[in-house]
């Protein structure tokens, strides 16, 4: 897999230092603190009651599946599930009818975790906390924006859906290694069931915190924190972009300026929203309506024993395996569109393992999924290319009809008039090949290797496709030996 650390679009003698926050949603059927319905697209404010729009004399009760969910994703990131209290996070804004948000502050229930990255690159994980979800405001006229609006719509249907905060330490060295982080923690994510990972529905959100500093320096640089990405590929060109901005401004003889800029995915820039909060600006105080969360050392056994196998897991197993390395991108590909059972299921029967790997990784992650092929057509066309009944070429055309009509390999590869020639009449096609071209040939037993694939795709072509082509190199070599040993 590529190196993401040297990142291409940092310049020399800078270093990029990214720290994300990622919020993801949990895939509970209520909210975190009342009976409300958590429903993505609902008809604004229908979800919601006295204890999500905070009147008078409500009282939140915590959502006990909320908290498991929480769990395994600490337990995921290999966090300390620790006792952990609720605070008041004390703002302004109007996507909260209560004007604070229930969240964690200084004792969160996970904390001092770490993500493997597909590149074996280790981030770690400061903090996993809970928190209520807000509502949602829509900017109408003006690009969306506030300030040119003509009015603003509020839909307090998310405010109070369970979230989990994720904050890794500021470990991040590139706009490419962030968008690995987001995807290898949203694979996590979905693994674990807690959340289903949709950034098109905003189950998860992202904001990344950015600075700059010299190459050579120990001493981070000042930070800005962007918001208002919603897929992987906005974080990359939102943090290119920002990184781009510091350096430009800084190499000028400015400074950068601690704030939030808020990412605009038409402009492809980043504008600045307002300074950056800090805690005491939030006026944390702890919720006096929740007691302590203190999960016992038996529940977070059962939470941690009924973990599935995660991604890095399952990369492991592949690779171990196929023989193939784990950091390659093929393993990964596989992992990713949850094909590795076709894997076991092909190396269960004796087929190549490797070769599996790259049917998976390359013509059926082309087609972007297995489409109508089964692990048992799929390990029967791998035997049939290994023992030479298909050529290679052939085997990828038989498993492109596989994917769109199912079917049996060997019946698809009858219907397409496929036959592997005999070692016999391939021998026969390669010595008439020969026998055409004999300066080419010439000069190929005088030790000119470049023309062995001259040679190939020629037989290729005399006979019509069907020659395994894998065991023509080391037949010409055959000749030229004899030729070159004849008087």
Request: include cysteine; glycine fraction near 10%.
């Amino acid at each position: 897999m590529t190196d993401l650390v040297d990142s291409a679009t940092t310049p020399s003698g800078w270093e990029t230092v990214i720290g994300l926050e990622v919020h993801c949603e949990l895939r509970t059927q209520t909210k975190l603190f009342c009976g409300c319905r958590n429903a993505f697209g609902d008809p604004p404010n229908t979800n919601v009651c006295p204890v999500c729009l905070g009147l008078p004399g409500s009282l939140p009760v915590i959502n006990e599946l909320a908290v498991e969910f929480a769990m395994r994703i600490g337990l995921a990131l290999h966090c300390r599930v620790e006792p952990s209290i609720f605070h008041r996070k004390n703002y302004f804004y109007p996507d909260m009818p209560k004007d604070y948000q229930v969240s964690q502050y200084d004792q969160p229930i996970n904390v001092n975790g770490w993500l493997d990255l597909p590149t074996g690159r280790r981030i770690g994980i400061e903090r996993a906390h809970m928190e209520e979800d807000t509502g949602k405001t829509t900017h109408v006229g003006g690009g969306g924006r506030i300030h040119d609006a003509g009015y603003s719509l509020v839909d307090y249907n998310r405010a109070g859906v369970p979230l989990v905060e994720i904050v890794s330490r500021p470990d991040l060295r590139s706009a490419a290694e962030a968008r690995y982080y987001v995807d290898e923690l949203r694979a996590i994510l979905v693994a674990t069931g807690a959340s289903d990972g949709k950034m098109e529905e905003g189950s998860l959100r992202v904001d990344a915190n950015v600075s700059v500093r010299p190459a050579s320096s120990s001493t981070y640089g000042t930070r800005c924190e962007i918001k208002n990405m919603n897929s992987i590929r906005s974080l990359g060109r939102a943090v290119d972009y920002e990184v781009a901005r510091q350096i430009a401004l800084l190499e000028a003889g400015g400074r950068v300026v601690q704030e939030t800029r808020h990412w605009n995915e038409v402009e492809g820039t980043t504008r600045s929203m307002r300074s950056k909060e800090e805690a005491f600006d939030y006026r944390y105080f702890p919720e006096p309506d929740l007691v302590p969360l203190a999960p016992s050392a038996s529940w977070v056994t059962a939470v941690a024993s009924a973990l599935p196998p995660l991604p890095a897991d399952r990369r492991a197993r592949v690779a171990g395996a196929s023989g193939l390395p784990v950091c390659s991108d093929a393993v990964a590909t596989v992992v990713r569109l949850d094909l590795d059972s076709f894997v076991m299921a092909a190396i269960d029967v004796g087929a190549d393992g490797a070769l599996a790997v790259r049917r998976l990784a390359n013509e059926v992650a082309a087609f972007d999924g297995a489409g109508r092929l089964d692990p048992d057509g799929f390990c029967r066309l791998l035997l049939m290319e290994s023992r030479s009944e298909l050529t290679t070429a052939q085997a990828r055309d038989v498993l492109r009809h596989m994917l769109v009509s199912g079917g049996d390999p060997a019946a698809i590869a009858s219907s397409l008039g496929f036959a592997a020639l005999s070692s016999g009449a391939l021998g026969s096609a390669i010595d008439e090949v020969i026998a055409l071209y004999p300066g080419e040939w010439e000069r190929f037993v005088a030790g000119e290797d470049k023309l062995q694939g001259f040679f190939i795709g020629k037989v290729k072509a005399a006979t019509g496709g069907n020659a395994d082509l894998k065991a023509v190199p080391a037949l010409l070599r055959a000749r030229r030996g004899s030729a070159s040993l004849s008087p």
